[in-house]
């Protein structure tokens, strides 16, 4: 089993930046693939990124491509989510996720098996 902590959120002018921390315990977590989501009022959590249990492959949506990179620390337990180039549309909930998995392509939620409890991230414009 795996437990996510997620940190870094806050408020922050368009244009800013943040990085987000997905902190997990358990000694396998190098075999676990991490997501990071992100749910706004009234939508549904969408996908942001993903990064295999190897930190070697890496994929995002099409609407943080160029401003967020996913990137994890295996000896640390740890996965960032740095975000340039902050927009409003960016405010939503940030969720990290889980799952024991070598496989690299996890973009849905219904992908993982283990979820943070999520930190806010608002963007003022």
């Known amino acids: 089993q795996v437990q996510l902590v997620e940190s870094g959120g806050g408020l922050v002018q368009a244009g800013g930046s943040l990085r987000l921390s997905c902190a997990a315990s358990g000694r396998t977590f190098r075999n676990y693939a991490v997501g990071w989501f992100r749910q706004a009022p009234g939508k549904e959590r969408e996908f942001v990124a993903t990064i295999s249990a190897g930190g070697g492959t890496t994929y995002y949506a099409d609407s943080v491509k160029g401003r967020f990179t996913i990137s994890r620390d295996n000896a640390k337990n740890t996965v960032h989510l740095q975000m340039n180039s902050l927009k409003s549309e960016d405010t939503a909930v940030y969720y990290c996720?889980?799952?024991?998995?070598?496989?690299?392509?996890?973009?849905?939620?219904?992908?993982?098996?283990?979820w943070g409890q999520g930190t806010q991230v608002t963007v003022s414009s």
């Open positions: 996720a889980a799952k024991y998995t070598r496989y690299s392509g996890n973009v849905y939620v219904t992908d993982y098996d283990y």
